[in-house]
Structure formats: C-alpha cells, structure tokens
C-alpha cells in the first residue's frame, strides 16, 4: 500500500528534526525517516555551539551583539562569496529560532569566543537532548519517525516531487507520496568517492562526521537538476591526532591559539599560526604525509582547562597523546623529526618576538588578532603529531531562502526543499564557528514552515 503525507523529511539531524517538528506544529501529517539506528547525524557528534545573537545568555555575560555584527561576520569571513539572501534568511529568523528552541527546553550555555566571531557568540547545548526535544516535538503532534528507513530516490509526477522512495530495516522498497520532501541528509564528509569528485584535497584528511553522511540527499537532488554552491570552498579542520582512538574522533586541540606553533615533519613553520583552523588545515595537508607537530612550552600546558575541549591538555598528555621532554632536542627525537631543524625554527621563532617583529608567515597574535605571542623557552617541552579532518563540507545544493531547491538555472524544483549541511551557498568561502548548527535550526524550521504552506 502506497503511503501519503503532507510532509516527508529525510534525515533525522538537527535540520530535518527541526522541519518535521514545525511542520506538525502546524498540523501536517508528517513522517520523517533516518537510515540510522538511531537519530543525531553530525549534530549530535558535533561540539555543540551554537552562534546567536542577542541573546540572553550574552546580555548575562556583558557581551554587546547584535545582527548587524552577526551578518558583517558571516559576509567577512565568507569573503563575500555567500548568497546574500540566505545570509539575511539567517540573521532575520536567528531570534525567533533561538527563542523557539529555548521554548522546547533547550539550554544554552554562556556565549565563548570561537573563529570567525567578533564577539563571543557561540553557545554550547547538549545536542543529543536538543534534537530529541524536537523530535518529540513533532511525534506528539502526529509525526512518525522511521529509523533504518534509507531515502533512495525522489519521486516525480508531472514537473513536481511527488514523493520518494525509500528502504525500509529489512531491505524492503517502499513508495511514499508527499506533497513537499525536506532533504536534511547532511553533508558528505563520509564519503571518500563524492569527496575525491568535489574536494580531491582532502584526500589526506581525516574523515569524520555521521556514518550516514554520505551525500544522499545532493545526489538525489542533483538527479532532478539541483544546482550546486560553495563546493570550492571545502576545508578540513586543523589540531586532530592522526590516528584517533573513538574518544578522539573528530576532536582536537589547538595548542597553536595558547602560544605553540606547528611544524612540518622537517621541523620547519609552514603557516601563521594564528589563522583560522580551516586555514591551517588546508596549510597542513600541503605539507609531508600532510602531517604537522605542534610544539609548546610549560606556560602553554599550564592553561590547559577540561571547560574548553580544544585546549584540555592534560587529560592528552596522561593518555600518552602528547609527548613531554626537557630539551627540544628529545622532544625532536619522540616525534620523529630532526632535532637541529626544531631547535633552530624555535630559535628564529622566539627572535622575532624578542625583536617585536611579526615572523616571516606575519604571525603578530595568538588567534586571531588577540593574544601576545609566546616565546618558547620554558621546559618542559611537548609536542604532538596532528593533522586536518573533514567534519562538514559546508557545501551543497542551492536554495532560495525559502528552503526551496534551485537547479542549475535558479528555478525552484516544485516541492523539493532542503536544509542543513546538505545546501550550499549560506556560507561561501568561509565557515564562522556556530552557524552550522545556527543554519540547520533556522533553515529546518523555515523549510518545515514552507513545505507544510506549499503542500497544504
Ligand atoms: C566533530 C564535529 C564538531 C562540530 N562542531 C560544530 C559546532 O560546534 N558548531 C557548528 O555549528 N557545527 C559543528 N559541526 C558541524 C555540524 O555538526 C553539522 O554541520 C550539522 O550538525 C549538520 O546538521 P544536519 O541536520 O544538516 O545533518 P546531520 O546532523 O548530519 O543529520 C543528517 C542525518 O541524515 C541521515 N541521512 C543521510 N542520508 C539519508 C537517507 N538517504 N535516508 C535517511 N536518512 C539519511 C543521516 O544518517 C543523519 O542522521 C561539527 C561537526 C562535527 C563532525
């Protein structure tokens, strides 16, 4: 029997959890299916911050923001390449969406300093309870969520989406008639084929994310004619151990933001240190193996704090993940690259500063443009190997600010939508920290409001 819903959401993240639930809240008959066993994709993977302005959260801790900062931020840093018109989407539903979150229960921590911000805007939730408030959200209202039910192709009747098809936990095919489809699949970082044909860079990364992240969603889309944004500017993230125990997947540290620097395996600088991390990244699989070492000094271990992940050293160093030694020279010798060629770029690293010079890549700070550089003379000495990782590609197909799927000519295909990390243009060259899950809340939210009002 061939099943029918006003709303049909394919993927269980953020994004699509945020669809299927206003989507029931406004009264559609609503199923939403996701290929895993259980719901979260990336999201629920993910460092959890959150990047909102204005909200209550920074008025508590003095932080003056507003969303004309926000959007300087989002264009700034996306060097002017994002489509304007999601961007504003953003900026003007940021308030309303934060405020429907913290409605279903979500808490936000205290606002943190993150890339790309010039104000601490992001703010952590526990992202697990966040997207299980919306899903039961939208099953109290009606919705059915379907676990290891896969969305394999979409369903055309005439000129519109009609439906899709999809596989259910047994392997059975199953066709499900839907006046609108939400694709919130996610990105792709787990697959190595689509990343070879899109990002042949990141060959060398780490690949990380949700298992189910494997680029469904554009695939089916770019089938119907989607056209595709913001694929050029896919980067890896900077600071992971190369060969992550599960604890560690995904996750790094930044030792390079407290005052290290980062060689390559001849010992020598590649990059200013300062840069933002997915700069780094991409500086860092350049280099040999597309491996890099940052090296530091006690002062640096000593800010080591268990509140900010990227900068927990200890917990690093008693696990054996980091390396200790008195001189440079053994620290060299534990991580395999040559002791005089460290010994001598500490050298010429720490003249610069005793110089008051910025060094030849023009490091002048610790991150950013805040923080005085270090010089690295205090032992003990630590290292540790670390390379780039592919969390989120940041890149998909194009949609107008109403979550409706655009092909390659800019014309809307009718009753296809998307939201989340599976569209592309909201960014454009460049990621500010935050607004990945800040996009799939808003976007989800929109496209739940706009597939309901389009299929009713
Ligand atoms: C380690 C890590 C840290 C991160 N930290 C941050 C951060 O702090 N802040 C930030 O803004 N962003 C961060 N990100 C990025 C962010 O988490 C993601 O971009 C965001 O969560 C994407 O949400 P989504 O709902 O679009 O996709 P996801 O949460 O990935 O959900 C997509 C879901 O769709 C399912 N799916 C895929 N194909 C199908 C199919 N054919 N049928 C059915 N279901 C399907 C998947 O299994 C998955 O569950 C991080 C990512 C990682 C990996």
């Given at each position: ?7 049909a959401?394919?993927?269980?993240g953020?994004?699509?959890?945020s669809?299927?639930?206003?989507a ?17 994709g ?20 003095g932080?003056t ?46 606002p943190?300093a ?15 309870a966040?997207v ?8 109290s209202?009606?919705?059915?969520v ?29 066709l ?17 084929a ?18 189910g ?35 560690e ?10 005052g ?12 200013d240190?300062s ?15 597309g ?15 268990p ?18 030694a ?13 002791g005089?060629r460290l010994?001598?770029t ?7 500063i ?8 023009g ?15 205090t ?14 590609t ?8 109403e ?7 800019g ?7 998307a ?12 990621y ?7 996009k799939?809340a808003?976007?989800?939210r ?11």
């Amino acid at each position: 029997m061939t099943e029918r819903f006003d709303v049909a959401v394919v993927g269980g993240g953020l994004a699509g959890a945020s669809a299927a639930a206003t989507a029931a809240e406004r009264g559609a008959s609503v199923l939403l299916l996701e290929k895993n066993p259980t719901p979260g994709g990336s999201t629920v993977l993910s460092s959890g911050l959150n990047a909102y302005a204005g909200t209550d959260e920074q008025a508590a801790a003095g932080v003056t923001d507003d969303v004309e900062l926000l959007r300087r931020d989002l264009l700034e840093v996306g060097g002017h390449r994002n489509d304007t018109a999601l961007v504003d989407a953003y900026c003007r539903e940021q308030l309303a969406t934060y405020r429907w979150l913290r409605g279903h229960g979500v808490v936000f921590g205290a606002p943190l300093a993150a890339s790309g911000q010039s104000v601490p805007r992001s703010h952590p939730v526990d992202t697990a309870a966040m997207v299980e408030a919306l899903l039961r959200v939208a099953t109290s209202r009606g919705a059915e969520v379907r676990y290891r039910w896969a969305a394999r192709r979409l369903e055309v009747t005439g000129d519109r989406v009609s439906g899709l098809r999809a596989i259910d936990r047994d392997g059975a095919e199953h066709l499900v008639r839907a006046g609108a489809v939400v694709l919130a699949t996610g990105g792709f970082s787990r697959s190595p084929a689509l990343l070879n044909r899109f990002a042949p860079r990141m060959a060398k990364a780490v690949k990380a994310g949700g298992t189910g992240n494997t680029g469904d969603g554009l695939l089916m889309a770019c089938k119907l004619g989607a056209g595709l944004a913001d694929l050029p500017y896919i980067k890896a993230t900077f600071g992971v151990f190369p060969w992550p125990s599960p604890a560690e997947e995904g996750h790094g540290l930044l030792a390079v933001y407290k005052g290290a620097i980062a060689v390559n395996g001849h010992g020598e600088r590649f990059t200013d240190e300062s840069l933002p991390y997915k700069q780094i990244g991409d500086a860092c699989l350049a280099q040999p193996e597309g491996i890099a070492f940052q090296i530091f000094d006690a002062p640096v271990l000593a800010t080591s704090t268990p509140d900010v992940p990227i900068y927990n050293f200890e917990p690093r160093l008693r696990g054996g993940l980091i390396q200790r030694a008195d001189t440079l020279e053994e620290l060299a010798d534990l991580l395999g690259i040559p002791g005089d060629r460290l010994r001598a770029t500490v050298g010429d690293y720490n003249a610069r500063i005793a110089a008051g010079e910025p060094d030849r890549f023009g490091r002048r700070t610790l991150s950013g443009g805040v923080g005085e550089r270090r010089p690295i003379v205090t032992p003990p000495f630590y290292g540790y190997p670390c390379t780039a990782v592919m969390l989120a590609t940041y890149a998909g197909v194009t949609v107008d600010a109403e979550t409706r799927v655009l092909d390659v000519f800019g014309d809307p295909i009718p009753g296809l939508y998307a939201a989340g990390e599976v569209t592309g243009g909201f960014h454009g060259a460049g990621y500010v920290t935050g607004t990945s899950l800040g996009k799939s809340a808003i976007f989800g939210r929109i496209a739940g409001i706009t597939a309901y009002q389009e299929a009713a």
